[in-house]
C-alpha cells in the first residue's frame, strides 16, 4: 500500500458517508512519522463529527486549523474556524468560541477578494444571531455569493438559513418555500456534502417548531428518517426528536411529546451540551403544561448557560410563577428579560404575552393593555397564524378585565379561528357575563396563562 492509499480511502470514504473506515483511514495516515497534515486532521474531525464524538472532532479540527495556518492555507484555515464556529453554536452552546472562530475567518479572509468562503463566514456569523435584520442581510448575501460562483452546498444551505429567519420573522409562506426547495434539492442528493443535508433539516426543524407546522415537521422527518438510518447521525437524530417533541407538545400530543423529548436528552447527555440543555428546556415546558410545576422547576435548575435554553428557561420560570400566583416576580423577570430579547420576535411575543397575564394579575391594567399593544404591532408586521393568536388572545383578556364583552368574544373568536387546536395563549369568551377558558388538564387557575401557551 502506498503513502497516498489510506489517505484517498479517507476522503472517499467520507463521500460515501461510511464514517467508521473514514475514520481508520485518516488514523493510518496521520500514525505514519511524519505525516501530521491538516487535510488528514480536518478529515479524521469530520468522521468523528458524525460518529458524535463532538469533543474529540474539536480536538482535531483545530489542529488541522493550527497546521493549514502553518503552511500558509488560508482557505483551509477558515473552512475550520467556519466549522468551528458552527459547532461551538449547535453541539456546545458556546457562543463566546463560536464569535472567535467567526472573527477569525473574517479576519483570514479579509485580503481575499468576495467568494463563496466568504458566504460560508456570514452563514455562521448569522447562524443563530438574535438581529434577524442583520442575520437576513448576511444569508441573503450569502446565497447570492453562491449562485454566482456555483457553490450549490452553499447555496442550499444558506437558502434554508435564510428561509428559518424569515419564519422567525413571520414570513410563514415565504419561509418555507425556501426551506422545502433546499430540503428537496439536499435529500435529493444535489449536493457535494452529507454536511448539507443536516443543515437544511436543523433550519426546517427550527422552522417548523416557530410556526407550530406538525404536518410538515412529520412529512420532512419521514423523509429525512431514510437519510438518518443510511448514513447515522446522533446530532440529526437527537435535534428530530428534540425539535419534534416540542411540536407535539404544542399540538396537545404529550405522551409522544415525552417520549421524544426523553429521548432527545438522554442521547445528548455528556456528549453534546447545548442540545442537551435544549432538550432539557423543552421537557420543563413539557412539565408545565402538564401541571407538574416541580418537576418543570427541576429541570430548569439543570439546564446549563446556553444561550438559547437559558432564554426559553427565563420565560418559562416567569410563566411558572404566575402559575403560583407571584405575579409580581413574574412581571419583574419578564422586564428584566425584555430588552434582551428585541431581536428575538418568537422569545419578545411569548414573554409580552405572559406580562399582559402578570401585568392584568397585579391590577396594572394600562401597562397590560400597553404589552398587547406591542404584540399586535409584532402581529402586524408578520403573516404569522400563530403570532395573530397570540395577539387576540392577549386583547381579549385585556378587554375582558376592562369588561368589554364585545371585544372579548371577537378576540376570542379570532385566535380560535387562526390557531387549532386551542392557541397559545388562550382566549376568554364571554358567556352570560361570565368569563370562560378552554379546558386544560393543567391546574391552573383561569386568570394565569393556560399551559397550552408555552412556549
Known amino acids: 500500500m502506498t503513502a497516498e492509499e489510506p489517505f484517498a480511502d479517507g476522503f472517499a470514504a467520507l463521500a460515501e458517508g461510511r464514517w467508521e473506515q473514514a475514520r481508520s483511514a485518516f488514523e493510518a495516515v496521520l500514525a505514519r512519522d511524519e505525516a501530521d497534515t491538516a487535510e488528514a486532521r480536518f478529515g479524521l474531525a469530520m468522521a468523528l463529527w458524525w460518529l458524535g464524538e463532538n469533543h474529540a472532532c474539536v480536538g482535531q479540527c483545530s489542529r488541522a486549523y493550527a497546521l493549514f495556518r502553518a503552511s500558509g492555507d488560508i482557505g483551509g484555515a477558515a473552512r475550520c474556524a467556519v466549522w468551528l464556529a458552527i459547532t461551538y453554536k449547535s453541539n456546545f452552546a458556546n457562543f463566546a468560541a463560536a464569535n472567535g472562530w467567526v472573527l477569525r475567518a473574517e479576519r483570514l479572509l479579509e485580503p481575499l477578494e468576495p467568494g463563496p468562503m466568504h458566504g460560508w463566514v456570514r452563514v455562521a456569523r448569522a447562524y443563530q444571531m438574535a438581529d434577524l435584520d442583520e442575520a437576513e442581510a448576511l444569508t441573503g448575501w450569502a446565497v447570492q455569493i453562491a449562485r454566482a460562483a456555483g457553490d450549490v452546498d452553499l447555496e442550499l444551505t444558506a437558502s434554508a438559513q435564510l428561509g428559518l429567519i424569515r419564519v422567525g420573522k ?146 418559562l420560570a416567569a410563566a411558572v410563577s404566575l402559575a403560583r400566583g407571584d405575579a409580581p416576580a413574574a412581571a419583574r423577570r419578564l422586564e428584566q428579560r425584555l430588552r434582551h430579547l428585541q431581536e428575538h420576535r418568537a422569545h419578545l411575543s411569548a414573554a409580552l404575552d405572559l406580562l399582559v397575564d402578570a401585568y392584568l394579575d397585579t391590577g396594572r391594567l394600562d401597562a397590560a393593555a400597553a404589552a398587547a399593544g406591542q404584540l399586535t404591532a409584532m402581529a402586524a408586521a408578520a403573516s404569522s397564524r400563530h403570532m395573530a393568536a397570540l395577539t387576540a388572545g392577549a386583547r381579549g383578556r385585556v378587554a375582558l378585565a376592562h369588561g368589554d364583552g364585545a371585544a372579548v368574544s371577537w ?45
Not at 217 to 235: E, H, L, N
Not at 298 to 308: C, P, Q, T, V
Not at 443 to 448: H, K
Open 170 to 315: 413571520g414570513q410563514t409562506e415565504a419561509g418555507f418555500a425556501l426551506i422545502d426547495e433546499a430540503m428537496a434539492a439536499a435529500l435529493a442528493g444535489e449536493r457535494l456534502t452529507f454536511d448539507t443535508v443536516v443543515f437544511a433539516c436543523c433550519d426546517m426543524l427550527s422552522a417548523c417548531e416557530l410556526a407550530s407546522d406538525i404536518s410538515r415537521a412529520a412529512q420532512w422527518c419521514a423523509v429525512a428518517s431514510d437519510f438518518v438510518s443510511r448514513y447515522g447521525c446522533p446530532f440529526l437524530y437527537a435535534e428530530c426528536r428534540i425539535y419534534y417533541g416540542s411540536v407535539l407538545a404544542a399540538k396537545g400530543r404529550w405522551d409522544d411529546a415525552e417520549r421524544e423529548l426523553t429521548t432527545g436528552a438522554q442521547i445528548t447527555d455528556g456528549a453534546c451540551p447545548g442540545l442537551h440543555d435544549r432538550a432539557l428546556a423543552r421537557l420543563a415546558a413539557l412539565r408545565f403544561r402538564q401541571g407538574r410545576l416541580e418537576e418543570a422547576e427541576g429541570l430548569l435548575a439543570d439546564i446549563g448557560g446556553g444561550i438559547e435554553a437559558e432564554a426559553e428557561a427565563s420565560l
Open 411 to 455: 378576540s376570542a373568536w379570532t385566535s380560535m379561528r387562526r390557531c387549532s387546536p386551542w392557541p397559545a395563549g388562550y382566549a376568554a369568551t364571554s358567556t352570560g357575563g361570565k368569563a370562560t377558558s378552554p379546558p386544560c388538564r393543567c391546574p391552573i387557575a383561569p386568570s394565569t396563562p393556560c399551559c397550552a401557551r408555552w412556549p
